[in-house]
């Protein structure tokens, strides 16, 4: 007999950036991020009882074989032990798709691998549904490290530090305390360019290692997780723009200054980061930007402000924008 398990998990977008990693997929610092709310993937897990000692395993997306990610996802699950008894058992099938266009500048393995850990989870059957979450979120971070943050909603922080509590460097936390002035932020996706990443996230993880600024870069990071919590939970707009603008530029910094260094931005980045400096300077209104490791914005607001935001999009970027994609802060995903 053949059996489903279905789950929809969204993305997320690091507002505090994980960038270096220890062993196993540890972070180097604790990293913080909102989650989206539009921009998901949906997994879902066919299983049958095999008769061989064979491996059956198939990955499809959007209905298509995917050999790539196939051996990138059977190797993660052959890694886990708590999937062991799954792969030796069943013969499984992944068929995997997102709501949101590829190379878009959303982190697509982000939201696939909270699927996958969740669906693989769910069928292993191992976890009571207390501890669900929390092993989940260790085990797609075993996957894809930014893809622990998935699990909760609006804000979620991963890494172990002292000030906060039952932090972990295995799993995700919810934050906790959210003032109402964070609570319904807005991401608009300023697309500038849609071809694949040039450079994956984990060539520049592994070039942390050796970086010449790399302990004061995680130092740094810990600092701005601790004083982002601060602002959501005291409403401090100002703060949050200050850190959420400086981690996206120190990021983009450790490429432009590692070994082998390298730089992702577009002339349109530049153009659209200037522009909102001058936006929010002329205006006042609470507006700020944020960069994943690619060329395209992510411009944060909250909803109040959405109209006028609109209106300074189209007046502004007609010529630079292929496309927007609008989220917001959502709660986390589920299996469904
Ligand atoms: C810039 O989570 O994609 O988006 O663990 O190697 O899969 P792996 O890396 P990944 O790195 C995310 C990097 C980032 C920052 C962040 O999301 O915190």
């Known amino acids: 007999m053949t059996q489903i398990i279905k789950a929809r998990y969204p993305s997320n977008i690091a507002l ?76 499984l099938r992944i068929d995997s798709k997102n709501n949101f266009p590829h190379s878009a500048g959303i982190a697509s393995s982000a939201s696939a691998f909270a699927a996958i850990a969740a669906v693989l989870l769910k069928a292993s059957a191992i976890s009571s549904d207390t501890d669900f979450t929390r092993d989940a979120s260790r085990l797609a971070r075993l996957g894809s490290g930014s893809a622990c943050r998935s699990f909760y909603g609006p804000y979620a922080s991963w890494g172990h530090l002292r000030e906060i509590n039952n932090s972990s460097d295995d799993y995700a936390i919810p934050v906790k305390e959210i003032h109402e002035n964070f609570r319904s932020m807005r991401d608009a996706v300023l697309i500038v360019e849609d071809s694949p990443k040039k450079i994956p996230s984990s060539v520049g993880h592994a070039m942390m290692k050796h970086h010449p600024f790399a302990a004061a870069r995680f130092q740094q990071a810990d600092k701005h997780c601790i ?110």
């Not at 062993?23 to 604790?30: E, F, K, S, W, Y």
């Not at 949050?240 to 992702?264: C, K, P, Q």
């Not at 490791?293 to 992510?298: E, I």
Request: glycine share 6%.
């Open 227 to 336: 004083e982002m919590l601060s602002a959501l939970k005291n409403g401090d707009m100002e703060a949050f723009i200050s850190i959420t603008e400086g981690e996206a530029l120190s990021l983009h910094a450790m490429m432009m200054t590692s070994g082998d260094y390298y730089l992702l931005f577009k002339p349109e980045t530049v153009y659209i980061m200037e522009q909102i400096f001058q936006f929010r300077k002329d205006t006042g209104l609470p507006v700020c930007f944020t960069l994943d490791a690619g060329p395209n914005v992510h411009l944060l607001y909250p909803e109040s402000i959405e109209e006028k935001i609109i209106q300074f999009l189209k007046n502004n970027f007609c010529d630079q924008l292929k496309s927007v994609i609008y989220d917001h802060a959502g709660q986390g995903g589920s299996i469904i």
């Open 16 to 91: 505090v950036k994980y960038w270096g990693k220890r062993d196993n997929q540890l972070p180097c610092n604790t990293s913080l991020s909102m989650t989206l709310n539009d921009s998901f993937s949906e997994v879902s897990l066919q299983y049958s009882e095999k008769h061989s000692s064979l491996t059956e395993f198939g990955y499809y997306f959007e209905g298509i074989p995917k050999e790539n990610f196939r051996a990138r996802v059977l190797e993660y699950v052959i890694k886990q032990k708590e999937f062991s008894s799954l792969l030796k058992n069943y013969a």
